[in-house]
């Protein structure tokens, strides 16, 4: 065709339905979900959530007050639950919501279970219900429970079979019962909510929305076409009849209460004492009871975080609910009718402009936009598929330039050969570097890394039947978790017993370093606190080693379009989990790069251990151990001086020295360890720099 815009507007075409067919086809859904979390990650605003809801969660500090103070083991007598339900109503909560399936009866009997459902009575209390088309307990619904009040019109897709309900009397005790079944998307992260859902003829809303419904007793609910409304508010919906949940924040963002605490102050108020969470704390508010200890298996991955309570997941779609916020799919018609003119603009502009540099600004300029209308729209609550624009964009400008060099006469013989430099393997790295286009995200940033290991794992685990190693590794990382999350910081993953942690990510965090030494010192102090414990339960006594570097790495959503973590690759993360390593050469437990402890200021006294070469460093590191307090500084500075002759080459002055001090301080005592492996040679040792590894 020689007419340019007849073959713009042909290929325009092609280049659409292929966008099309890919997008039919689910083909683009990893990468598009990849983009649309990295949005909601650095987008999402925890201003807006809403304070009047609040959650009460059982954590591991909640299992182990209720075991230590109490002698109670997990599942809990359901009068623990009477007494949060109680503390809750005497406050004045709108509703109460139940994150939790009472199927089985109170192993504590009959009683209980009365005290339980007693207290749910008149207290707008909305119960668990597990709906499945595979399995559960039901295939009708329970004659002694309530039958669902709202019954409008529902669609098949979404009706089951099977279903799991609360144990009697405590279910016909509820006000109403909600399903809390929500199925992730195929990469495991939850993005989107069924708000009603079918069983033996009657609809059961979710959980979040019979908390609304019970609070809100005049609403009314139905479906059109593919648009849920409430109270003549409508959200559109997917093509799976799912609600895209807006997120507000990260885990904690809405108001969080250890479920200890709140029975604790339930106790002190009914002895006529001020409790730490007065009752009035729950005035008017949606209260959502849950669980979020790591061992009681209700924690998902959402956009922000791989780790995040079921609860707050509810609690973000009750929020949804009341401020009829979920986010909506930009319609397709106006997706599509958008792409097509930028393509056929970047078709035309790239083939018939004379110069390839200032064509090649078109599918720039069209990403540009692209990318800022995806920010744009993501504030008004609309999710614009950014996939669909970046591969036709991309198409799009490899067409222009492919059939640019194919078809060009003589004239442009140059140009095409120019061209060809273009579609190389450099040239589409180079593209690929930015995130913003084309990768699943990644950025360079400085992070506080942590690593943690026991000492002596590997035969604590070979000691311990399956069982109780699977219990002592759930309640051991869920202690050292809970002190490195409350101190601000991100689980990167779990390895066995290993535990490795950063700070300065998602969010950033100025005092990061600060942060992760406070976090290694808390943890050592709570081993010690539970090492009673863990003997009497275990028979063994816990000490783990951290070693932290501060570093710059890559930072974000790493992996493949269809499986990605949000993780961090570099240098640095290698070099804290060798200073966590090289711990056993000093007989110390926390170990910190002199990067780390330039960040410090004044906060901690950190002890020089000497200057250690590392393998795949050209340069040596010196490395420190911190305290929280010199409570003991008798050793403290003949141990630098010690040293000082150590790192002039001295070894005979400095062990004396370090022999001087060995009975008091373990430090000295392994030095004197380590001239010896010097002097025969078993340790390198060269212009004071220590080479652990290469003997």
Known sequence: MKNPIIHSTALAVVIVLIVFFAQFTHTLDGFENGLWDLRVTYLSKPTKHDPSIKLILIDQSSLDWAENNNNLSWPWPREMYSAIVDHCKKGGAKAILFDMLFSEPSFYGKQDDQRFASSLIDNNSVGAVILSSTQGESIQWPKELLKPIYQPIMIDTISHTHASFPTEPIGSAFNTLGSVVSIPDSDGITRKTTLVQSFDGFNVPSLSLSGYLISHPSSTYHYFEKQFCLNHQCTPLTSEYKAIINYHGPSQTYKTFNAASVIASKILEDEGKKGMIPSTTFKNSYVIIGVSAPGL????????????????????????????????????????????????????????????????????????????????????????????????????????????????????????????????????????????????????????????????????????????????????????????????????????????????????????????????????????????????????????????????????????????????????????????????????????????????SDRYVCRELGLIGVVGRSLPVRVYEPWSSLSDSNFFLPYHEALTLLYTGDLNKAEEQFQHLASLDFVSKSYLSIIQKIRSEKMSFKNGVLYLDEK
């Open 297 to 600: 298996m209700d924690l998902k991955s959402t956009p922000l975080q791989n780790v995040y309570p079921g609860a707050e997941i509810h609690a973000t779609i009750l929020d949804n609910l009341l401020h009829n916020d979920f986010v909506s799919e930009a319609p397709s018609s106006i997706t599509y009718i958008a792409l097509f003119v930028i393509i056929f603009a970047i078709l035309f502009g790239v083939r018939y402009h004379a110069s390839l540099l200032i064509g090649s600004l078109y599918p720039i300029i069209a990403l540009t936009l692209v990318i800022i209308t995806s920010i744009i729209t993501y504030y008004f609550t609309i999710w614009f598929h950014l996939a669909v624009f970046i591969v036709g964009i991309t198409l799009a400008w490899l067409s222009a330039f492919g059939i640019k060099y194919f078809h060009e006469g003589a004239q442009k013989r140059f140009i095409k050969n120019a061209f060809s430099r273009y579609i190389s393997p450099q040239v589409i790295d180079s593209l690929i570097k930015h995130p913003e286009n084309l990768k699943l995200g990644g950025r360079r940033e400085t992070l506080s890394i942590l690593f943690s290991d026991i000492e002596g794992f590997t035969t604590i685990s070979t000691h311990m039947e399956p069982e109780i190693l699977a219990r002592f590794l759930n309640e051991y990382l869920g202690l050292m978790s809970d002190i490195i999350m409350d101190l601000g910081g991100t689980i990167d993953k779990y390895e066995g017993d290993a535990i490795i942690a950063f700070w300065n990510a998602p969010l950033p965090q100025n005092d990061h370093a600060i942060l992760a030494v406070e976090a290694a010192l808390q943890c050592q102090k709570r081993l010690h606190e539970y090492n009673p414990h863990f003997v009497e339960r275990y028979g063994y006594a816990i000490k783990t080693r951290f070693g932290i570097h501060t570093g710059e790495v890559i930072i974000g959503n790493l992996g493949t379009e269809k499986r990605f973590d949000y993780t961090f690759i570099g240098d640095a993360g290698n070099l804290a989990s060798r200073l966590e390593s090289a711990n056993k050469q000093f007989s110390t437990y926390i170990m910190i790069s002199e990067d780390t402890k330039l960040l410090l």
